[in-house]
Nanobody, 121 residues
Framework: QVQLGESGGGLVQAGGSLRLSCAAS????????MGWYRQAPGKQRELVAR???????NYADSVKGRFTISRDNTKNTVYLQMNSLKPEDTAVYYCHAYIMRLGSSVYSAYWGQGTQVTVSS
């Protein structure tokens, strides 16, 4: 079993900051990538940021320069530091990871339950 536990969402004023955390736990052999997606009502789920095992990162154009993704491999945890938040950032944020379980030979996708981020004007 593998689970992703998320925390850090909340309500903030525009211009404020939040830090999201996601910790993977269970019978993990390897994590290829961890990251964050978000979905606002009526919109498609979109990639916000991700970080790979080698340390490379990807960001959505809309968050570049404002969000920073990082990881602590010893804790199987990924963080998303969100600064200069805008109302357009309001969404449910989902942790996502590609994880190989102990005894497996493939990576599988895992999703967190989602955490609400609301940015007021």
């Amino acid at each position: 079993q593998v689970q992703l536990g998320e925390s850090g969402g909340g309500l903030v004023q525009a211009g404020g900051s939040l830090r999201l955390s996601c910790a993977a736990s269970g019978n993990i052999f390897s994590i290829n990538a961890m990251g964050w997606y978000r979905q606002a009502p009526g919109k498609q789920r979109e990639l916000v940021a991700r970080i790979f095992s080698g340390g490379s990162t990807n960001y959505a154009d809309s968050v570049k320069g404002r969000f920073t993704i990082s990881r602590d491999n010893t804790k199987n945890t990924v963080y998303l530091q969100m600064n200069s938040l805008k109302p357009e950032d309001t969404a449910v944020y989902y942790c996502h990871a590609y994880i190989m379980r102990l005894g497996s030979s493939v990576y599988s996708a895992y999703w967190g339950q989602g955490t609400q981020v609301t940015v007021s004007s």
